[in-house]
């Protein structure tokens, strides 16, 4: 795939659930490239239509009344441009039919079990469960477990080259005796990826060639010491084009008509973060809250790394959040009294009525409250994820290691984050940007000097696969009409005692009519403070922390930024962290108000 | 521009609804097309393969995974007999009782002997399923193999949430309007076997006291969440539910909370009091969304002359057209609508939302409303 593509005109899809969106996007004059239009159809994978593609016409329809460009010659895309006629190239990605579902299965369970994971989640997929020779099931579990799960496809790794084949080969008699059936389609074979030990290929070739339509792929970890995802990435993502799309009607066709391999949308969405941060420099989190699932997407000196919480979201899943978070979690961010089994029933009846809206200022504080917990928990299974790989060093084979009990270090360091980003419903629609922004930093907790922005219409899928043909562009996009920055949070790390003096901070903010006056401000722990600022703002900026508190460069050690604006401003946080919130009712609802007001959240 | 609506759920006095029957893997279908079937009959089985163990044949006898030819007595795909033996060593030194036998632990078939891994998978006899009719009516199509389709005219009621799987009996009266509620002493003996139709809510203790007695289904407007989680014994996270192992399938027909029963519902029920019923507690909230069901089939004489309900043409929501409210502060709440501004309203929460106009039932009242909290009513 050509990474610079010379391009004037592109027209994207993303064919998600339920919505089919369309953008265009045009190089300029000043030969840079805007996002200019957007087009919106119901997604038409089921009854009465039976093909995606219609879904892709109605939207690119839209697109084209709204631009006055003819994109459409009846139902074919015109390629390439030729004045106001026509496209340079068509992409698209897809999570239509609920995306792509795996099972994952590995020979340990903290090392090639979790690399597995990863390999899938990086490539898109949700994962449905994590099998691992050590995982403490009995055989007759886990050959019940593969068979109850309906999945596309299952990824299988075991053993380091040359190391031992017992236990992959294990796992493959386990699943070939469990014989699974594809959620998709009841004719086909189910795709099986290997990427294991290259031993043991000859033995799960017999044991799994005639059941299932199996691949082989590098081992993702072929050493200890080395992980090897990509090639596994690759493999499933070929297999979801071929397979699972193959399945969802319309795709035959569809795929005929993209210039690049159809995405799967998270993964479309991991890779665009990828690419911003490899090109700045900076690391970058991401986080994409759904109705049925939030994604967590990372990269930390240069190592990305996805998860998907598949039952946290904030419509279908959101009784889910309450089962995980617990009602006294969900309610410490609630500034009011509310009987819990009100609050309960609430929640439910969101459930079975996903597509309803808050209409009152108290039912939009309890689904912020939610989405608090939500983005919470979804972060920290991320960072269980995210860490550096596990028996490096230590660990001579793999059977040595079943009675070993490991952890690898997060490489989640909100310290050295540079940019968080969120996208989904509840915060790239919240009524008031500093919603938005104070859900992220309560949920997040970053720490040092952190810059916060929201995806504006969601559009991160269609520039996913946009930087796979030219990043310049994708990248272009991404900063100039897809990203809305709320600002910047500042918050030391280190305890301290409330009301006394935690920091100073010296502000200077400069707007294009002129400078503000300076703000010069000691800040007492437990605290916030936002100064409020324009997205054409900047500013300078000098935290002095006292001498039991971090911004960054070490305790009691100043910091000097040149922040860019945004459209809420400079956030000064120094409630702590962990924060710490009372259980009593009283102290809790004065505290939390406290905050709500001096953000000026609903006030 | 997509239709912002809720269609509403159906209640509906009089159609015709096909069931499409089955089974998860193919086997045999009992039935031919004309057949007259009782919700009960089973239509078609299969078998479906059991449980898989694995035996460590190689640490029991303390060989090498290469030497397990040598000492299996059975070969893949032979039948055995629980207790049977399956593989032997040599006798040290010749002496039987230094031998060491494996002996099958349930009675089955060898699935595979791995020199591998050293183990033997012994997989148990399938198991037999059975698939029902689930509704009294006519077998219209089979599929071989398969399943068949079942057609039946009835009057059709979906609720809201459900829990329990298919259930069939006679529709029993247990409140006299449809906002009573259910307790513990409401519920009586001779409701086992019975589908009772509750009013606003049933208590936790109500529920136990006919899941105990044997009512094969409770179907009321309203049930807290707190009181589900008892009656699961976990908090539900997603709604997808069917399977759930209680002897008594619980329909709701409104929401969480105390609910009354929609009149239209609860005056369609009453009509049958006394009739056959088959009820489904299955829900799934996701894309393909699945209600759960309430089935009261006609004679083969009132059947004469039903047509199948059409629903109302797709043109959207309209001035004058009945909505109920779903969402706070007017959940439940029925009213008309006078008005659908097509600009983006400001509502409390400060968002811009398209929003209706509605004249509430009950009080006479106006209300603005966001147009994704309404669901439609089909008269």
Partial sequence: MAENKDLNIVIATDCGSTTTKAILIEKNEKGEYRQTFRGEAPTTVEEPYNDVTRGVLNAVQEVEELSGRKILEGEKIIIPARGNVGVDIYISTSSAGGGLQMLVAGAVKAMTAESAQRAALGAGAIVMDVLASNDGRLPHQKIARIRSLRPDMILLSGGTDGGTVTHVVELSEFIAAANPRPRLGHSYSLPVIYAGNIKARDEVKEVLGEKTDLSLTDNIRPTLERENLFPARQKIQELFMEHVMQQAPGYDKLKTWVEVPIMPTPGAVGYLIQTVAEEEGINAMGVDIGGATTDVFSVFDTVFNRTVSANLGMSYSISNVLAEAGLGNVLRWVPFDIDEEDLGNRIKNKMIRPTTIPHTKNELMIEQALAREALRLAFFQHKQLAVGLKGVQRIRSISDTFSQSSSGETLVDMMSLDILIGSGGVLSHAPRRRQSMLMMIDAFQPTGVTRLAVDSIFMMPHLGVLASVNRKAAKEVFEKDCLIPLGVCISPRGKGKQGLKCLNVKLKIKTPEGDKPPVEEDIPFGEIRLYPMNREDEAELEVTPTRRFDVGAGNGKPIHKSVRGGVVGVVIDTRGRPLQIPQNLEQRSALIRKWYDAFGMYN | ?379
């Fill in chain 2, 1 to 379: 521009m997509a239709h912002v609506f809720t269609p509403g759920l159906q209640v509906i006095a009089s159609t015709i609804v096909t069931k499409e029957r089955t089974l998860p893997i193919p086997g045999k279908v009992r039935v031919k097309p004309g057949d007259r079937v009782k919700a009960e009959d089973v239509i078609a089985e299969t078998a479906i393969p059991n449980d898989v163990q694995s035996i460590n044949v190689v640490n029991r006898l303390s060989i090498t995974a290469k030497e397990i030819r040598n000492v299996m007595l059975k070969k893949v795909g032979d039948p055995v007999e629980e207790h049977e033996p399956i593989a032997q060593n040599k006798p040290f030194l010749g002496l039987k009782f230094l031998q060491s036998i494996i002996r099958a632990p349930f009675k089955g078939s060898i699935e595979r002997i791995s020199d591998v891994t050293g183990q033997v998978l012994i997989r148990k006899p399938p198991r037999r399923i059975t698939l029902t009719a689930y509704v009294d009516g006519v077998v219209k199509d089979v599929t071989e193999g398969l399943g068949a389709d079942i057609e039946t005219a009835c009057s059709f009621i979906q609720g809201i949430f459900g829990i329990g799987g298919e259930a069939f009996g006679e529709i029993q009266m247990a409140c006299s309007s449809p906002d009573g509620n259910l307790d513990e002493e409401d519920i009586m003996d001779d409701y086992k076997g019975k589908l009772i139709i509750g009013g606003s809510h049933i208590t936790y203790k109500g529920f136990r006291k006919a899941m105990e007695l044997g009512v094969k289904g409770v179907i009321v407007g309203g049930f807290n969440a707190s009181e589900l989680k008892e009656v699961l014994g976990y908090e539900l996270g997603v709604a997808i539910t069917g399977d759930e192992d209680i002897p008594t399938t619980l329909i709701v027909t409104e929401g969480f909370g105390k609910m009354a029963i929609a009149q239209r519902t609860f005056d369609l029920l009453k009509s049958h009091n006394g009739r056959r019923a088959s009820i489904s507690g299955y829900t799934q909230i996701r894309a393909g969304v699945m209600r759960p069901e309430i089935i009261v089939p006609f004679t083969e004489q009132e059947a004469r002359d039903v047509k199948k309900h059409v629903p109302k043409a797709e043109t959207g929501i309209q001035k004058g057209d009945e909505v109920r409210i779903i969402r706070e502060p007017y959940f439940g709440r029925l009213g008309s609508i006078v008005d659908l501004p097509p600009d983006l309203t400001k509502i409390d929460t400060e968002a811009y939302v398209r929003i209706m106009t509605v004249k509430l039932s009950d009080s006479g009242e106006t209300v603005t409303v966001p147009r994704a909290n309404v669901e439609l009513i089909e008269v």
